[in-house]
């Protein structure tokens, strides 16, 4: 038993640890390639010789706006890349994934490694609750830590084409334009980081 909680202590103590070293250095997404261990950043796969799903997946910490931001600016990369001049938004769309987690506070199990009075109720909505009368009642703090992440991914289909962009298509981009408007506002990785 004392084994147990010593052990216990232990891996909240990593993982406070662990958690205070991520929070310090979280940052938004910056452009670059999403890879295989890490998701976020542009990914593209060509359908036709001029026709493209494009999408740029955003952390935890990254705006929607960025995220659609650093869509377009792929988009318009992809098009110079293969020698077109503009692209036209055939498909677009941008999804939103909540992940709400709720974490205990290290030290809420007491002096004595949570040994003591409790007792364990239903609360409506919340499922099963503690009380402990040393450290909380069942309406106040609960010793929990309830964050809510909201994570951005957009995508587009993109057909690419020759010359100038058609006037009277509002889903038609310049793409040379758009490099020179957005390029300014695009974050690349410090080098040596990804």
């Known amino acids: 038993m004392l084994k ?18 991520a929070g310090g250095c979280a940052t938004q997404t910056t452009y670059r390639p999403a890879t295989a261990s890490q998701r976020t950043g542009y990914s593209d796969r060509q ?12 952390n935890g910490y990254t ?8 869509l377009l600016y792929r988009a318009a990369e992809l098009t110079v890349q293969h020698g077109f001049d503009y692209f036209v938004l055939a498909d677009r769309g941008t999804d939103k994934s909540t992940h709400t987690f709720a974490t205990p506070e290290p030290f809420a199990g007491g002096l004595y490694g949570g040994w003591g009075p409790s007792w364990r109720y239903r609360g409506r909505g919340f499922g099963w ?3 402990d009368p040393f450290w909380g009642g069942p309406f106040w703090d609960q010793g929990l830590d309830v964050q809510t992440i909201e994570q951005f ?10 010359g100038p962009k058609p006037e009277r298509n509002i889903h038609a981009f310049d793409a040379r334009d758009v490099l020179q408007h957005l390029g300014p506002t695009i974050v690349l ?4 980081k990804r």
Request: a positive charge.
């Open 63 to 70: 705006p929607r706006d960025t995220v659609e931001r650093y």
């Open 129 to 131: 609750r503690s009380w």
């Open 189 to 192: 990785p410090t080098p040596g």
């Open 4 to 21: 147990t909680r010593t052990l216990r202590r232990a891996a909240t103590g990593a993982l406070l640890a662990a958690t205070l070293l």
């Open 47 to 58: 359908i036709e010789a001029n026709r493209f799903m494009v999408s740029f997946a955003g």
């Open 153 to 162: 991914e957009a995508h587009a289909e993109i057909v690419m084409g020759l």
